[in-house]
């Protein structure tokens, strides 16, 4: 299985201000993905990221406020861009297949 | 797209017992059905799979149930304790063809009651 980290753990932050979510992996993936966690509610999909390319956003979500960066095979990162109390949520990163998720990043907006 | 459907909601067992959580899914083309256990504070825990040319798995207290022409499948935890309190999510994926669609259920809260 991978063992996946992510970094910060959790943080509280101003709106309007940006933070940048990073996602490690103990091995070489052809694709991660990032899901968000609203409180209480289930995973959401936010993007697909490949090493090489642009990531696939879903429905709802934006490059601009979510943007991804994927430079090699075991890191990715992830904004949240402009954040507003909406934002708050538990940001996850996931390797496939299986999916295995990392510890995820507690994100709290003021 | 797909979607799944999951119950109860919330589960409370005395120790001991067992517990059974559903879930349905839409599309007949799924057929990687993982569960996760998601602690307070943590991400979620792949605790068991199965795909669909398999109609049941074990692994020791838990085991799963898949139903291919009901488009069901279940969670089985036996002896329940203390430390199986979690959140449970199942989910569905069409695996191979090139597709990472994972779509999850909205949870199941287990409380375990000594």
């Known amino acids: 299985s991978a063992v996946i980290s992510q970094k910060p753990s959790r943080d509280i932050c101003q709106r309007g201000t940006s933070l940048t979510i990073q996602c490690q992996v103990d091995s070489q993936v052809t694709m991660m993905f990032w899901y968000r966690q609203q409180p209480g509610q289930s995973l959401t999909l936010i993007a697909t990221?490949?090493?090489?390319?642009?990531?696939?956003?879903e429905s709802g979500f934006v490059i601009d406020k979510f943007p991804i960066s994927r430079p090699n095979l075991t890191f990715s990162t992830l904004t949240v861009s402009n954040m507003s109390p909406e934002d708050s949520s538990i940001y996850l990163c996931?390797?496939?297949?299986?999916?295995?998720f990392g510890p995820g990043t507690r994100l709290l907006v003021l | 797209g797909e979607n799944v459907e999951q119950h109860p909601s919330t589960l409370s067992v005395q120790e001991g017992d067992s517990a059974v959580i559903k879930c349905t899914y839409s599309?007949?083309?799924?057929?990687?059905f993982p569960w996760y256990k998601q602690e307070l504070g943590k991400g979620p825990q792949l605790i068991i799979d199965?795909?669909?040319?398999?109609g049941e798995k074990k692994d020791q207290r838990i085991a799963v149930t898949l139903n291919k022409t009901a488009k069901h499948f279940s969670l089985h935890i036996t002896e329940t304790q203390p430390e199986d309190s979690a959140v449970y999510f199942c989910?569905?994926?069409?695996?191979?063809?090139?597709?990472?669609?994972?779509?999850f259920g909205k949870g199941t809260k287990l409380s375990v009651i000594p």
């Open positions: 989910a569905a994926s069409i695996e191979g063809a090139g597709s990472y669609q994972l779509t």
């Open positions: 599309d007949s083309a799924s057929n990687y």
């Open positions: 990221a490949n090493q090489g390319s642009e990531a696939t956003y």
């Open positions: 996931s390797v496939a297949t299986p999916w295995y």
């Open positions: 199965i795909r669909s040319n398999v």
